[in-house]
T-cell receptor, first 111, second 114 residues
Framework: GEDVEQSLFLSVREGDSSVINCTYT??????LYWYKQEPGAGLQLLTY?????DMKQDQRLTVLLNKKDKHLSLRIADTQTGDSAIYFC???????????FGQGTELSVKP | GAVVSQHPSRVICKSGTSVKIECRSL??????MFWYRQFPKKSLMLMAT?????????EQGVEKDKFLINHASLTLSTLTVTSAHPEDSSFYIC??????????FGPGTRLTVL
């Protein structure tokens, strides 16, 4: 079945780069997404990548996709305290546009 | 663009009462909206897919008579928790799909049932 896995915690110092990793199992996924959730809030779409791309860059965010290994990563350059949040990766499943979410990675940025 | 709102953001109700949560797409039309439930420190659990003008599709294990979904227009879907009990207390989040393959999420509704 479809499954998405993430590590649960990541701690970095302000100004460093953060790399959040995700693995998925559905090789037929067409889109993969990164969402950010701040405490008590909904999910904010950060970026997404189409499955025929290897990399997508958007300002401080870089998404890398290794389709062979089914591995997705999100790199945040110059991480700030405001980046502290839970980051979810998700893949679009093959049934009706549903998203399959990972467990979320809690990013803690220390000053 | 692609803003989704939810109302109310927080609600406290007595056990046995019903609560309605609204999900609106503010600047786009959405034929499909999704309803999720999130427990503390947990990922999102998809409850149902709401399609405008037709019945919602519920995930396995979700009681459709308890969680009533109505997608009456292209900008509004409602979730009604009927006869709420303390175990229904949770964070409920909706999402809407303005273009194929991308979901935009509302800010969530914190439901507390006393």
């Amino acid at each position: 079945g479809e499954d998405v896995e993430q590590s649960l915690f990541l701690s970095v110092r302000e100004g460093d780069s953060s790399v959040i990793n995700c693995t998925y199992t559905d090789s037929s996924s067409t889109y993969l997404y990164w969402y950010k959730q701040e405490p008590g809030a909904g999910l904010q779409l950060l970026t997404y990548i189409f499955s025929n791309m290897d990399m997508k860059q958007d300002q401080r965010l870089t998404v890398l996709l290794n389709k062979k290994d089914k591995h997705l990563s999100l790199r945040i350059a110059d991480t700030q305290t405001g980046d502290s949040a839970i980051y979810f990766c998700a893949e679009k499943g093959n049934q009706g546009g549903k998203l399959i979410f990972g467990q979320g990675t809690e990013l803690s940025v220390k000053p | 663009g692609a803003v989704v709102s939810q109302h109310p953001s927080r609600v406290i109700c007595k056990s046995g009462t019903s609560v309605k949560i609204e999900c609106r797409s503010l600047d786009f039309q959405a034929t499909t909206m999704f309803w999720y439930r999130q427990f503390p420190k947990k990922s999102l659990m998809l409850m149902a897919t709401s399609n405008e003008g037709s019945k919602a599709t519920y995930e396995q294990g979700v009681e459709k008579d308890k969680f009533l979904i109505n997608h009456a227009s292209l900008t509004l879907s409602t979730l009604t928790v009927t006869s709420a009990h303390p175990e229904d207390s949770s964070f409920y989040i909706c999402s809407a799909v303005p273009v194929p393959d991308t979901q935009y999420f509302g800010p969530g509704t914190r439901l507390t049932v006393l």
